[in-house]
């Protein structure tokens, strides 16, 4: 399913998820988190909706092995009740960033992810907000979720950005 990446190298192959359980265990082990990207978000009362998403969603791990890969998106969703501390199970934590339209810079809110549904492009999940504003709608989006079994870990996404924050509000504070 992966492959150990070289410095620099990207596997762009996309294989076929033959072994759901083998494989969740696998990307558990490296402690992979995931990216989807698409070109449009929609969002309504506890539903996101990824509009046009990728046929791919990339998963990479942080040191010592440095993992990249591509996994189809519809076995990433396949992958959502597998292994002991699966996504069904233990619902991961993700940070969507996005474009508001006519906007300038990319917002973001953090989301816990569940039930994802994969119809022909549109990528939905049930959604529940954690930190930040959602709009109803907005343009290009990126989805980052954290690994299985690990919400706010020190490699967890969105663990990382709500420590950014609480660092950049101390020093703040401490400016004043």
Avoid: C
Wanted: charged share 25%; aromatic share 6%.
């Amino acid at each position: 399913m992966n492959e150990h990446v070289p410095d620099g190298h990207v596997n762009m192959e996309v294989p076929t998820m033959t072994d759901i359980s083998a494989n969740a265990d696998q990307l558990e082990n490296e402690e992979s988190m995931f990216v989807q990207t698409a070109q449009a978000v929609d969002i309504g009362d506890h539903t996101l909706v990824l509009k046009g998403v990728t046929p791919t969603t990339l998963y990479f791990s942080d040191r010592p092995e440095r993992v990249v890969g591509h996994i189809g998106t519809g076995d990433f969703i396949d992958l959502w009740g597998a292994g002991e501390n699966s996504f069904e199970t233990d619902p991961p934590n993700a940070v969507l960033a996005f474009l508001e339209p006519g906007g300038e810079v990319p917002d973001d809110i953090v989301v816990v992810l569940k039930a994802p549904v994969l119809d022909g492009t549109d990528l939905s999940y049930t959604i529940d907000v954690i930190e930040g504003t959602a709009p109803a709608n907005a343009g290009p989006a990126t989805l980052f979720i954290d690994p299985f079994g690990r919400p706010l870990s020190a490699t967890s996404v969105a663990g990382v950005r709500r420590r950014g924050r609480r660092r950049g509000r101390r020093r703040a504070n401490r400016r004043m």
